[in-house]
């Protein structure tokens, strides 16, 4: 092995990272079949099961809704969100089950700000997610009617959006605008890419996240998490007092 390869390895921990703390995972993708999260029943059930195994005690899973792609609305996923606790009481599993949404900043996302149409959890917290291809032209006046209207806005995995990865003063911008940030916890694994890596570590130096979300889809994911529990920098976000996944 190189050098490098070394280097890299001494770098994990040696015990992987307690997550009971949290209580709580607020960002996944667990009611089956309307969005590209878990398929079927017995994946969410199965991912639930190893969630509980890890210390979760709830999870707020939050379906995407997007205009173009996943046309999901708040009665589809409170359908969706009734059949998986019915399915978790009859499997026995203790953990409690909420569902709300990830919204993408879409053409279709600004009329449900005016309408104050948007599924909130918590301290009236919305989670929402950019387009990957470049930020929406819109984006400052959207944040302000939504926090105009009370809402206070989380924003999905900001580690994953590389046309900022050059550009760290604007996630900073975001902060300075009481913008709560949500890390993808297997971003800290590399899955995404050494800049993801990189720039999650960065935003956690400097004490920028709020919360931590599995973003679960799929046992893949699962796998990916476990792997994370060894990273150093996840210790020190746990440590750091900053997150509020516990009072959700």
Known sequence: MSLFGNWFKKKKLEKPVDLSPLVTDMHSHLIPGIDDGAPDMPTVLGLLKQMTGLGFRKIITTPHIMADLYKNNEQIIRKGEAEVRKA??????????????????????????????????????????????????????????????????????????????????KLEELKDREVFFQLNTISLSGYYSLSTKKISEKLIDAGMIDFLGSDMH??????????TLYEPALEKLLYSGKLKNQNL
């Open 88 to 169: 978790i009481k009859e499997a026995g599993l203790n953990i409690e089950f909420k569902a709300v949404a990830e919204y993408l900043v879409d053409e279709g996302f600004a009329p449900m700000v005016k309408e104050k149409n948007l599924m909130t959890f918590g301290d009236n917290y919305v989670l929402i997610e950019l387009p990957y291809y470049s930020p929406p032209q819109n984006l400052s006046e959207l944040l302000f009617e939504m926090q105009v209207a009370g809402y206070k806005i989380i924003l999905a995995h900001p580690e994953r959006y590389v046309y900022w990865h050059g550009m760290f003063s």
């Open 218 to 227: 799929s046992f893949q994911y699962f796998k990916l998490l476990e792997k």
